[in-house]
């Protein structure tokens, strides 16, 4: 019988220096558990031992864009919480009262399901042109698969229940264009969203947002830097403007939440209202 | 039901509790006998629907004593509380006794999956965690229940014979040292006779 592989508290934290002295990422305030599984995942799918890992990290045999792929977790799906997008379906014009234009910012976009999502949702609500997206991962090359608008079609069956079910108007299919095994998200749209490469750890303010969202990117990290990220997204917010964090987090404990009011409980919706 | 008197007194710190196809009925149970003060927090993962969050948190919480809740990502582990593993989400227990959620890939077709938030506890808790593995339609848990085992925790699986769907007792029966093999009521049982379970919150 084979011994489950693990590690111990040291190893990862070898692991997690080797990586920021190599790569300039630092992992240290990521959520331990599931730092821990990646490690494992790509030692397995390798076959290779942490040690190897290590020496082909320290040997540039394994590259900087791989490492960050392979430990970032990709898994997402159009409308994820059809409830929540439901709710924002009947919040955004109230989000755009008093504003000529929107500004929205993804963080952790991942392979683009949210970010497309939202196109839809505004492009079905007559407001596209009024806003602006821009898209960050620090995951380059999901970036590129997020700018491309490729799902594969065995995801789309999800996607569309969830689309119905969020209340979408449409034929959903309109969106896409069908190539071979791949539906590819409609190119007019994208247009709209600017993808940037953005390491959440080290972003300072960049620019002042209406709306972020980062849903189910928090979890992946520990409370210093979820408590870090949350004041980053404060600092990057106009006064009025809206955090959207994942339905199980939380930022009711972080040194932030008193600027925040809570809009929506359940979906996790809270607004800017103290600077 | 006789047992061994080191795995009653043992200083247990948590129970993981998983199941699947007809497990919830085995949970009710268990938790309408146990009583209201029983201090060990009991954190389960059950198999459910991934676009439907509420409700079963509910059911579970009309029958029982206690209050179940869906942690939040980072809350507190604490004594007394019945913890369930929220749809669509892993669960995993961290070091620091504090819960963390993922959306990782589905394990054994499950998210949550009862192997991850049964090797995360193990890994937190080791000798002092009582796994307990229910009916279920595949093999989820079986993983989870040998970590558990390998880091000296306890490990209880549900009679198969009493099962609706045998298929997660016997799977961790095949690959893990199980220490007791139970009927509902034994369960039960032990969990009222365990020194740690009449501890004064």
Redesign the interface.
């Known amino acids: ?1 084979i ?2 592989l ?1 590690l111990s ?1 040291a190893e990862l934290r070898k692991i997690t220096e080797v990586v920021k002295e190599k790569y300039s990422y630092d992992f240290s305030n990521y ?4 730092f821990k ?1 990646r490690i494992l995942r790509i030692m397995e799918l390798k076959r290779i031992s942490l040690e190897q890992l290590i020496e082909q990290i320290l040997k540039n045999q394994f590259t900087r864009d791989t490492f960050l792929h392979e430990i970032t ?1 990709n ?2 799906e159009m409308y ?4 929540f997008w439901k709710t924002l379906r009947m919040q955004i014009p109230e989000m755009l009262s008093n504003r000529d234009k929107l500004r929205i910012w993804h963080a952790g976009c991942s392979s683009g399901e949210e970010v497309y999502s939202m196109l839809i949702l505004l492009k079905e609500l007559n407001v596209l042109d009024r806003v602006e997206i821009i898209a960050s991962d620090i995951d380059t090359s999901i970036l590129q698969k997020a700018k491309e608008g490729k799902i594969s079609n065995k995801n789309m069956e999800l996607n569309i ?2 689309y119905q ?1 969020s209340n979408g108007l449409n034929d959903f299919n309109n969106y896409f264009t069908i190539e071979k095994d791949n539906s590819v998200f409609s190119k007019t749209l994208l247009s709209s969203v600017s993808f940037r490469e953005i390491d959440l750890v080290k972003a300072i303010p960049f620019t002042k947002c209406d709306i972020i969202l980062c849903r ?1 990117v ?3 990290f ?2 210093i830097l ?1 408590n870090n990220v949350l004041k980053l997204f404060s600092d990057c917010m106009f006064m009025g403007g809206y955090l959207v964090i ?5 930022i009711a404990w972080c040194d932030v939440a008193s600027k925040f009011t809570t809009i929506n409980l359940e979906e996790k919706i809270y607004k800017k209202t103290k600077d | 039901m006789i047992f061994k008197e080191a795995d009653l007194k043992r200083n247990y710190k948590a129970i993981v509790l998983g199941g699947s196809a007809g497990s919830f009925q085995v949970m009710i149970k268990i938790l309408s006998k146990i009583p209201k003060e029983f201090p060990l927090p009991i954190i389960i993962c059950s198999h459910r629907l991934k ?1 439907i ?1 509420s409700g079963f948190v509910e059911a579970l919480c009309l029958k029982s004593n206690k209050t179940v809740e ?6 507190a582990i604490k004594r007394g509380k019945v913890y369930l593993a ?1 749809s ?2 892993h669960l ?4 620091g006794n504090t819960f ?6 589905m394990v054994n077709n499950s998210r949550p999956a009862i192997d ?1 938030t049964f ?2 506890a193990a ?1 937190v808790y080791k000798e002092k965690l009582i796994g307990i593995l229910l009916t279920g339609a595949n093999k989820d848990g079986a ?1 989870g229940m ?2 558990v085992a ?1 880091l000296g925790g306890l490990t209880l699986v549900q009679e198969p014979t009493e099962c609706v769907i045998d298929t997660m007792p016997k799977a961790a029966l095949a ?1 893990a040292k199980i220490d007791y093999t139970l009927k509902t009521d034994d369960i039960i049982s032990f969990l009222m006779q365990l020194q740690a379970g009449k501890e004064v919150v």
Request: net charge negative.
């Open positions: 019988m011994t489950v693990d508290i959520a331990a558990s599931s599984r977790v898994v997402t994820r919480d059809p409830s229940s969830n079910r189910n928090l979890i992946y520990n409370q979820q994942g339905a199980k987090e939380s | 676009h969050r869906e942690p939040l990502d980072k809350d929220p669509n989400y995993n227990v961290e070091i963390s959620l993922s959306t990782e890939e991850l090797e995360t890994y993983k040998k970590r390998e690959i």
